[in-house]
T-cell receptor, first 112, second 113 residues
Framework: EAGVAQSPRYKIIEKRQSVAFWCNPI?????LYWYQQILGQGPKLLIQ????????DSQLPKDRFSAERLKGVDSTLKIQPAKLEDSAVYLC??????????FGQGTRLTVV | AQSVAQPEDQVNVAEGNPLTVKCTYS??????LFWYVQYPNRGLQFLLK????DNLVKGSYGFEAEFNKSQTSFHLKKPSALVSDSALYFC???????????WGAGTKLIIKP
């Protein structure tokens, strides 16, 4: 079974630039999550989708972050404009509705 | 507020000794409980889960966890630690009434040869 795919693996951008991350979840998983993980800390949920609807985006900085999951499969997370404090690993995960989540390798973003 | 606590930032164990990584939670209802492991520069890997049934659940790499409802705990254990077990361990809880995962802050496990 293929896992959660994310791209790119690494990205370096200057502050005020924009960036986008892509995630392809495990086939059949209705729930998709985007997390932000600062080095040495636990993952922080940015947004959670159930199919193509948003379940929770309470911690998403909506002035600069946006996410979509068209057709309830792939998802993109965008940051525009980026700030230095956005430097982190962005993790995508997917699950059936109430079971364990499976994570992708993550995208390490460095904002300089 | 619902929460998950991992009271130890770091746990040090000698190779071959038993290890325990602690997790306690405060959520409503009958939660689903999970443990994940993260190796350096890698994503989170699922280790094991408790949903219902036997309080002792077995997972990947020889790990097991014991669910204790009265103490609201879900401690991760392994009878004999390996150096390769050194990693960051996260406990997560899903309250039974919604889809959210609530995460602990993580415990760094260091196994010394």
């Amino acid at each position: 079974e293929a896992g959660v795919a994310q791209s790119p693996r690494y990205k370096i951008i200057e502050k005020r630039q924009s960036v986008a991350f892509w995630c392809n979840p495990i086939s059949g998983h209705a729930t998709l999550y985007w997390y932000q993980q600062i080095l040495g800390q636990g993952p922080k949920l940015l947004i959670q989708f159930q199919n193509n609807g948003v379940v929770d985006d309470s911690q998403l900085p909506k002035d600069r972050f946006s996410a979509e999951r068209l057709k309830g499969v792939d998802s993109t997370l965008k940051i525009q404009p980026a700030k230095l404090e956005d430097s982190a690993v962005y993790l995508c995960a997917s699950s059936f509705t109430n079971t364990e989540a499976f994570f992708g390798q993550g995208t390490r973003l460095t904002v300089v | 507020a619902q929460s998950v606590a991992q009271p130890e930032d770091q746990v040090n164990v000698a190779e071959g000794n038993p290890l325990t990584v602690k997790c306690t939670y405060s959520v409503s209802g009958n939660p689903y409980l999970f443990w994940y492991v993260q190796y350096p520069n890698r994503g989170l890997q699922f280790l094991l889960k408790y949903i219902t049934g036997d309080n002792l659940v077995k997972g990947s790499y020889g790990f097991e966890a014991e669910f204790n409802k009265s103490q609201t705990s879900f401690h991760l254990k392994k009878p004999s630690a390996l150096v390769s077990d050194s990693a960051l361990y996260f406990c997560a809880v899903r309250p039974d009434s919604n889809y959210q995962l609530i995460w602990g802050a993580g415990t760094k496990l260091i196994i010394k040869p």
